[in-house]
C-alpha cells in the first residue's frame, strides 16, 4: 500500500477533540435588511478598512473570508422533509458555512428571514468542513457511531500531525471526536452523500464508507487541475464524477465533445475557428523558437490526454474493485464493473465539475473558462463502452480567460450559475432535455415538455430520421439532424418513420445549442477599490497584475425560496404574490465582503420584441433586483460569540437527529402494517370504471 494516501486509521479519545474546553455562548441572530446604495457602500467601506488593517501589526487576522459554500445535509434535504415546501414561508432551510483564516461559522437561513448562528469556533485554520449526512442503511443499529449523530468531517491546522493532512470526525450532539484518519498527502476536499466519503487529494481520491468509515477504494488516475480546485470533483446520490489523466479506448463512451463539429449559429462557428487558429498559432510559435522540437512533440504527447479533459464517471454502489490490498482502481482493468460514462469533455484541462440536482445532467469547465459544456448522462447496464454523452449545450462565457469557482443549479435544472474570481456571477438558462430557450420554457413556474401543442400536433420531432421529410423551422425549436451521425435502420425495423421516443444510446445524437448569459452580477466596486488598496499597501513592487488574479474575489451562489419576503416592512407585497408563483427561485450570493444578498429574477420576453409579435418561441431576457441583505460580518474581541459542540437541543443542526430517532420508531412500530397494505392492494387497485 506505498502508493495509498492513507495510513492506518486511529481513534482518539474526547480529550484530543479539538472541541473541548470551548466557551459556549448563545445563538446571534440577523434580520434581513433593504437593499439600499448607502447600505451597499456602508458594507464596502467595511471590507476595504478589514484589507487595510489585514497587513497592519496590533489587528485581528481572523476576520478575512476565505471561502465560503452552502451545504446540503439532512435539515435541508428536501427527500426527508417532502412537506416543507415553499408555502407561507415554509421552506426548507439554507445552510451557509464561511471559512476564515482563523475558524469557521455555519449560519442556518430558515424560510422565515432570520438567520442564525449554528456553529462557530476560531482556533485555528479550518480548510475543510462537511456536515456528515445520516448513512443509508436498513437496520440503525448497525451503525456504530448513531448515538453520536449527526457527525462533521473537519481538516484544520489543529489536527494530530501534519497541518491539513488529517480528517478528524466530530459529534455535534456529544461534542466528542468519534474517529480521526490520517493520511500521507494534504487534504485539498471533502465531499460527502449517504453512501460514501471523499477525501480529495491533489492526484488522489479516497473513498470511505458513509457508514463505518471503512476504505472503499481509491483513485489514482486524476488529472491535477490548474485552477481554484485542485482536484475537481462532483458527487450526486451514487454517482462521482472525476477529471481522468488518460483516455482509455476500451471504455469510451459514445458522444462527448469529439464528433459535435456542427454548431447552430454563425457565432459559435466563429468562437471555434478562432480558438482552433489561435491554438495552431500558438504551436507554430512553439515549434519554431524551441531549441529541441522532438523534446517539446514528446512532452506534448504526455499532457495531450490530460489536456483534453477527460472525465470519468463512476457508480459508487455498483463499483467493484476485487479482493487486491491496494484498494487502487485501474480504468484498464476490463474486469472492473461501476464505470458508467468515460468521455472528453473538453480540449484543455478540467477545473470544475458538477452535477444538477437530477443527477443526470453535468457541466464541466475547463482552464481558460471562455465556455462551458452542459452534458445528459445516459448510462447503459453492460457498462460505459455503450453507455451516450449527450452534448446539450455549449455556455459561452466571454474571450477573456476566468477562473471557475462556483457552479450551482437551480432545483428544476432550468437555471444554472457560474462564478468566476473576478467576482462576477453568470446566470445561463438551459432547459434539461436541451434544446433552444424561449418564452414557452421559462417563464412559466412549471417545467414545459419538450415538444409544444403545436409541435405534437403537426407531427414535427426534435431529430428526424434522414430519409424523412426536410427538417421544420429552427425557430420553432427543432435543429436539423447531422448527416454523419444518422443511423440506418435494418430492413423492418421502421426506419422511414417519425419515432416519437428515439432510442437516447444511438445517433444522431443532439446538437448543442450555444447559449450567452442572460445577466451577470458583479460585486459592486470591490474589484476597483481592493486592488487600489492592495497596491498602496505594496508600492515597493512596483508590478501590476489584472484584479482578477492579485485579488480573488470569493463568491458563492444558491437558488432557493425568498427569505426576506416575511420581513415585516421590508418590501411591499406587490413584489411577491402568495398566490401565484414565481418562474424561478431567488438567487442567493455570498461574497467574502461579509454580506448576503438575495436576488429576485424574472424572466420576461425581449422588451424590443412588440407584444403583438410575442410567440412561443420568441428569446428571453432577466431582470435581476437586488431585494433582501444579510450582513454577516464577524465580531471580534469580546463580542464574538462561539457556538461550539456539544450544541444545545434547540439547535437547527439536531433536527434531523430528532428526525431519525422518529423514524426508526415509525419502521418498527409499523411492520404489521406493512403486511396489512400488501393484502389489501388487489382490492385498491382494481375498482371499477366510472359510470356516467
Request: glycine share 6%.
Given at each position: ?6 495510513q ?7 480529550a ?14 440577523v434580520r ?7 447600505s451597499?457602500m ?10 487595510q ?9 481572523k476576520?478575512?473570508i476565505?471561502?465560503?459554500?452552502f451545504?446540503?445535509?439532512d ?6 422533509f ?7 414561508g415554509n421552506?426548507l ?10 475558524g469557521?461559522?455555519v ?9 442564525q ?17 445520516s ?6 443499529f448497525s ?5 453520536s ?10 489536527g494530530?500531525?501534519?497541518?491539513f ?14 474517529s ?13 452523500n449517504?453512501?460514501?466519503?471523499c ?22 488516475s486524476c ?15 451514487r454517482?462521482?464524477a472525476?477529471?481522468?489523466?488518460t483516455?482509455?479506448?476500451?471504455r ?7 464528433g ?24 507554430v ?10 523534446a ?17 464517471v463512476?457508480?459508487?454502489v455498483g463499483?467493484n474493485v ?37 443527477g443526470s ?22 457498462g ?16 477573456t480567460p ?5 457552479i450551482?443549479?437551480?432545483?428544476d435544472?432550468?437555471w ?7 467576482g462576477t456571477?453568470h446566470?445561463f ?7 433552444p ?29 434522414s430519409s ?22 435494418p430492413?423492418?425495423?421502421?426506419g ?6 428515439p ?7 443532439p ?5 450567452q ?26 508590478k ?6 492579485e485579488?480573488?474575489?470569493?463568491v458563492?451562489?444558491a ?6 419576503r ?12 402568495r398566490?401565484g408563483k ?11 465582503h ?7 429574477i ?14 412561443e ?7 435581476v433586483?437586488?431585494?433582501?441583505q ?8 469580546k463580542?464574538r ?19 431519525n ?9 409499523d411492520?404489521?402494517e ?12 382494481h ?6
Open positions: 500500500m506505498a502508493d495509498s494516501p492513507l492506518p486509521r486511529s481513534r482518539n479519545s474526547t484530543d477533540s479539538p472541541m473541548s474546553g470551548r466557551i459556549r455562548s448563545g445563538p446571534t441572530v434581513p435588511q433593504q437593499v439600499t446604495e448607502q451597499l456602508e458594507s464596502v467601506a467595511g471590507f476595504i478598512n478589514e484589507v488593517s489585514y497587513n497592519q501589526p496590533h489587528n485581528d487576522p476576520s478575512q476565505i471561502w465560503a459554500k451545504e446540503q445535509t435539515i435541508n434535504d428536501p427527500a426527508l417532502p412537506q416543507n415546501q415553499d408555502v407561507n421552506s432551510s439554507l445552510l451557509l458555512i464561511l471559512g476564515y483564516t482563523q469557521i461559522q449560519w442556518c437561513i430558515p424560510g422565515s428571514g432570520e438567520a448562528l449554528v456553529l462557530s469556533w476560531f482556533h485555528g485554520q479550518v480548510k475543510c468542513l462537511k456536515i456528515l449526512p448513512p443509508e442503511t436498513n437496520n440503525p451503525d456504530p457511531f448513531n448515538p449523530r449527526p457527525l462533521v468531517a473537519i481538516c484544520d491546522s489543529s494530530p500531525g501534519t497541518a493532512m488529517s480528517l478528524s470526525f466530530l459529534s455535534l450532539a456529544t461534542g466528542e471526536q468519534v480521526s484518519i490520517k493520511f500521507n498527502n494534504e487534504i485539498v476536499d471533502v465531499l460527502a449517504r453512501r460514501v466519503i477525501v480529495a487529494f491533489k492526484e488522489k481520491v479516497a473513498v470511505f464508507s458513509a457508514l463505518t468509515f471503512k476504505e472503499c477504494f481509491t483513485l489514482t488529472y491535477p487541475s490548474p485552477g481554484v480546485h485542485s482536484n475537481p470533483l462532483a458527487l450526486h446520490t454517482w462521482l472525476y477529471a481522468d489523466k483516455l482509455c479506448q476500451s469510451r463512451s459514445s458522444g462527448g465533445m469529439e459535435d463539429v456542427s454548431q447552430s449559429t454563425v457565432t459559435a462557428w466563429g468562437i471555434n475557428v478562432g480558438s482552433k487558429l489561435a491554438s495552431g498559432v500558438a504551436k510559435c512553439s515549434n519554431i523558437f524551441s531549441g529541441s522540437p522532438k517539446t512533440s514528446a512532452a506534448q504527447v504526455n499532457i495531450t490526454d490530460g489536456e483534453r479533459g477527460v472525465v470519468t463512476l457508480d459508487t463499483l476485487g479482493e487486491d490490498e491496494d484498494m487502487s482502481y485501474d480504468l484498464q482493468n476490463q474486469k472492473m464493473e461501476g464505470v458508467v460514462a468515460h468521455f472528453v469533455a473538453h480540449n484543455k484541462a478540467i477545473v470544475a465539475l458538477q452535477f444538477d440536482p437530477s445532467l453535468l457541466l464541466t469547465a475547463d482552464k481558460p473558462g471562455n465556455s462551458f459544456h452542459v452534458f445528459r448522462i445516459v448510462a447503459h447496464p453492460l460505459s463502452c455503450y453507455a451516450a454523452v449527450h452534448h446539450l449545450y455549449s455556455l459561452y462565457r466571454g474571450d476566468g477562473s471557475v469557482q462556483d450551482a443549479f437551480s432545483a435544472s432550468r444554472v450559475t457560474v462564478s468566476t474570481l473576478r456571477t446566470i438558462p438551459i432547459c434539461p432535455y436541451g434544446g430557450v424561449s418564452v414557452r420554457t421559462h417563464t412559466s413556474h412549471r417545467v414545459v415538455n419538450k415538444l409544444s401543442r403545436f409541435h405534437r400536433s403537426a407531427g414535427l420531432n426534435e431529430n428526424p430520421p424523412g421529410r426536410s427538417s421544420p423551422n429552427p425557430n420553432l425549436g427543432s435543429s436539423p439532424a447531422n448527416s454523419s451521425k444518422s443511423f440506418d435502420f430492413p423492418g425495423m421502421g422511414s418513420l417519425n419515432l416519437a421516443y432510442c437516447p444510446h444511438l445517433p444522431p445524437y446538437t448543442p445549442t450555444l447559449i448569459p442572460v445577466a451577470q452580477l458583479r460585486q459592486p466596486y470591490i474589484v476597483t477599490i481592493t486592488s487600489s488598496v492592495t497596491m498602496a499597501g505594496n508600492r515597493k513592487a512596483g501590476k497584475n489584472s484584479a482578477g488574479d485579488n480573488p474575489i470569493r458563492v451562489a437558488f432557493a425560496p425568498s427569505r426576506a416575511t420581513a415585516p416592512g421590508l418590501h411591499s407585497n406587490a413584489v411577491y404574490s398566490t414565481k418562474a424561478v427561485d431567488s438567487l442567493f450570493v455570498m461574497a467574502n461579509g454580506q448576503l444578498l438575495e436576488y429576485t424574472e424572466p420576461t420576453h425581449d422588451q424590443t420584441i412588440p407584444r403583438d409579435k410575442v410567440c418561441s420568441s428569446p428571453i431576457e432577466l431582470h433586483t437586488a431585494f433582501g444579510w450582513n454577516l460580518f464577524k465580531p471580534l474581541g463580542e460569540n462561539e457556538v461550539a459542540p456539544p450544541l444545545s437541543s434547540t439547535n437547527p443542526l439536531l433536527l434531523s437527529r430528532i428526525h430517532a422518529e423514524d426508526e420508531g415509525w419502521n418498527e412500530e411492520e404489521d406493512d403486511e396489512r397494505w400488501l393484502s389489501q392492494v388487489e382490492i385498491l387497485t375498482i371499477g370504471p366510472a359510470r356516467r
